[in-house]
């Protein structure tokens, strides 16, 4: 929150993307520590996605001029919405719709909800930023 308070102006704009950058990488260690006792294979997907991010996050971010970052952020914005809504998706197809939720046990509402809401946030989030580039595009 800081970090994005810090990118409401070009005199602060650096140091908010510092202190995000820092916040982030607090929340991949933490996440990192707390699946430390997972099995192999989710570990080489967790470093599978994060090499892929990087490789195709970094060279855009730095080639990038600033009269061009509002295409960059709508499309990093989308893409982020449109992983949420993919991984709300596989979680719903893992579950059998729910239906077969922790073996057998009945889902509770706030997890039927709370998949639900990051489904329909996510995919608006991904279109409106496909329609906010296809907008930005210059022709």
């Keep these: 929150i800081y970090?994005?308070?810090?990118?409401?102006?070009?005199?602060?704009?650096?140091?908010?993307n510092q202190i995000a950058a820092v916040g982030?990488?607090?929340?991949v260690v933490a996440t990192l520590i707390s699946v430390r006792?997972?099995?192999?294979?989710?570990w080489i997907l967790i470093i599978a996605g994060l090499v892929v991010g990087v490789v195709l996050g970094v060279p855009p971010a730095l080639r990038?001029?600033?009269?061009?970052?509002?295409?960059l952020v709508a499309l990093f914005n989308?893409?982020?919405?449109?992983?949420?809504?993919?991984?709300?998706?596989?979680?719903?197809?893992?579950?059998?719709?729910f239906t077969a939720f922790k073996h057998g046990e009945e889902p509770t509402v706030h997890i039927v909800i709370a998949s639900l809401f990051a489904a329909i946030i996510g995919s608006?989030?991904?279109?409106?930023?496909?329609?906010?580039l296809k907008i930005i595009q210059p022709r």
């Design 24 to 27: 982030m990488a607090i929340a």
């Design 37 to 42: 006792d997972a099995d192999m294979s989710n």
């Design 78 to 97: 989308g893409v982020g919405g449109g992983t949420v809504a993919l991984i709300a998706y596989a979680e719903f197809l893992d579950s059998d719709g």
């Design 64 to 71: 990038t001029k600033m009269t061009e970052m509002p295409q």
């Design 124 to 132: 608006i989030s991904f279109w409106g930023s496909v329609i906010a």
């Design 3 to 16: 970090g994005l308070m810090g990118l409401t102006g070009p005199k602060t704009a650096v140091r908010g």
